[in-house]
T-cell receptor
Framework: DVKVTQSSRYLVKRTGEKVFLECVQD?????MFWYRQDPGLGLRLIYF???????EKGDIPEGYSVSREKKERFSLILESASTNQTSMYLC???????????FGSGTRLTVV | AQSVTQLGSHVSVSEGALVLLRCNYS??????LFWYVQYPNQGLQLLLKYTSAATLVKGINGFEAEFKKSETSFHLTKPSAHMSDAAEYFCAVSEDFNKFYFGSGTKLNVKP
């Protein structure tokens, strides 16, 4: 089974801090994605990556950046955390063919 | 542009009753359609997917969904609800198997 591992389940950070959310997948997938999940809004795409060192903006990239230095790892960076970035963050990966995403378990981030 | 509408943010059924979760989509091209399930404090798991083969798609845990192009719908059903089906369900659409667009989710409550 493909595993997508997010390094933290729960995280509490202060306003203004730089925050790193890490995601690792173990199946050599080219495509990786970061979503945030908020009640009543579903999942919204922040950034995605088709390959190492490549990144594309999703629908809500403001306030975020990403890094993909190795194929298996895709990091989401909050340059200066704000309270409106309190949310559940979900990482996903996808290989070729007509398969859907495989999701990690999520990181629930609280910014105080 | 693609969008997904899930009618009903909360659905409550009795154990043994029919489950019907509604999903309507808009897409400029024939879409790929998915249903995901999320249990508390977990990531999303794929329930089933439509990829332009049979219009009636069977998934895991006894769920199925029917693609109706004329109605732009992909409703999820299960003949007999079980307590373990209580979760949040997300419908998703994609035109290219890369970017997915998710609905806002429907929380299913199963009463004993």
């Amino acid at each position: 089974d493909v595993k997508v591992t997010q390094s933290s389940r729960y995280l509490v950070k202060r306003t203004g801090e730089k925050v790193f959310l890490e995601c690792v997948q173990d199946m050599d997938h080219e495509n990786m994605f970061w979503y945030r999940q908020d009640p009543g809004l579903g999942l919204r795409l922040i950034y995605f990556s088709y390959d190492v060192k490549m990144k594309e903006k999703g629908d809500i990239p403001e306030g975020y950046s990403v890094s993909r230095e190795k194929k298996e790892r895709f990091s989401l960076i909050l340059e200066s955390a704000s309270t409106n970035q309190t949310s559940m963050y979900l990482c996903a990966s996808r290989g070729g063919g007509n398969y859907g995403y495989t999701f990690g378990s999520g990181t629930r981030l609280t910014v105080v | 542009a693609q969008s997904v509408t899930q009618l009903g943010s909360h659905v409550s059924v009795s154990e043994g009753a029919l489950v019907l979760l509604r999903c309507n989509y808009s897409s400029s091209v024939p879409p790929y359609l998915f249903w995901y399930v999320q249990y508390p404090n977990q990531g999303l798991q794929l329930l089933l997917k439509y990829t332009s083969a049979a219009t009636l798609v069977k998934g895991i845990n006894g769920f199925e969904a029917e693609f109706k192009k004329s109605e732009t719908s992909f409703h999820l059903t299960k003949p007999s609800a079980h307590m373990s089906d209580a979760a949040e369900y997300f419908c998703a659409v994609s035109e290219d198997f890369n970017k997915f667009y998710f609905g806002s989710g429907t929380k299913l409550n199963v009463k004993p």
